[in-house]
T-cell receptor, first 107, second 115 residues
Framework: EDQVTQSPEALRLQEGESSSLNCSYTVSGLRGLFWYRQDPGKGPEFLFT???AGEEKEKERLKATLTKKESFLHITAPKPEDSATYLCAVQGDKIIFGKGTRLHILP | GAVVSQHPSRVICKSGTSVKIECRSL??????MFWYRQFPKKSLMLMATSNEGSKATYEQGVEKDKFLINHASLTLSTLTVTSAHPEDSSFYIC???????????FGPGTRLTVT
């Protein structure tokens, strides 16, 4: 059965304190792994697509990496405006979303 | 690019009435759109896949007669919640794909409250 597990559920960091969010997955026939950012009361905002192990993508303070079993979203020197829920999703025959990591950056 | 809009953003309706939510792709054509439901602190739950010009494909456990989906054009899909009940109160979000790419672009969501 295809599955996506994100950890931690919640993370509080001081401004400037770098960290990583984890997305572990099992899927038969990975067609893509996606990261989204979701602010409260809004729809998810697309960040990255990763297709194969070893691939990396960057956008501002965010970098996403992919292995055969998991993906990491690294956040470098975060700012309070990076506070949000970060969702991971995998596309096999269907798309499956994780429950997200609620990230809170303290000023 | 890849902007998806939803209307309304919030709606309150009385139990037993129906409510329609619109999802539009603003700067691209979407042959496939998706409808999700999200509960607080829970994952997105795919309700159905909406295909332009054909019947929607519903996920297991989703009542197709209760959640009517119409995808009449390449830029518009609608979700109608019929005979709404308080347990239908939720955050409904649509999304769309651009061409053959797998990533989905989401609308801002619609908060439905049934009283």
């Amino acid at each position: 059965e295809d599955q996506v597990t994100q950890s931690p559920e919640a993370l509080r960091l001081q401004e400037g304190e770098s960290s990583s969010l984890n997305c572990s997955y099992t899927v038969s026939g990975l067609r893509g792994l996606f990261w989204y950012r979701q602010d409260p009361g809004k729809g998810p905002e697309f960040l990255f697509t990763l297709y194969s192990a070893g691939e990396e993508k960057e956008k501002e303070r965010l970098k996403a990496t992919l292995t055969k079993k998991e993906s990491f979203l690294h956040i470098t020197a975060p700012k309070p405006e990076d506070s949000a829920t970060y969702l991971c999703a995998v596309q096999g025959d269907k798309i499956i979303f994780g429950k997200g990591t609620r990230l809170h950056i303290l000023p | 690019g890849a902007v998806v809009s939803q209307h309304p953003s919030r709606v309150i309706c009385k139990s037993g009435t129906s409510v329609k939510i619109e999802c539009r792709s603003l700067d691209f054509q979407a042959t496939t759109m998706f409808w999700y439901r999200q509960f607080p602190k829970k994952s997105l739950m795919l309700m159905a896949t909406s295909n332009e010009g054909s019947k929607a494909t519903y996920e297991q456990g989703v009542e197709k007669d209760k959640f009517l989906i119409n995808h009449a054009s390449l830029t518009l899909s609608t979700l109608t919640v019929t005979s709404a009940h308080p347990e239908d109160s939720s955050f409904y979000i649509c999304s769309a794909r651009v061409g053959q790419a797998y990533e989905q672009y989401f609308g801002p969501g619609t908060r439905l409250t049934v009283t």
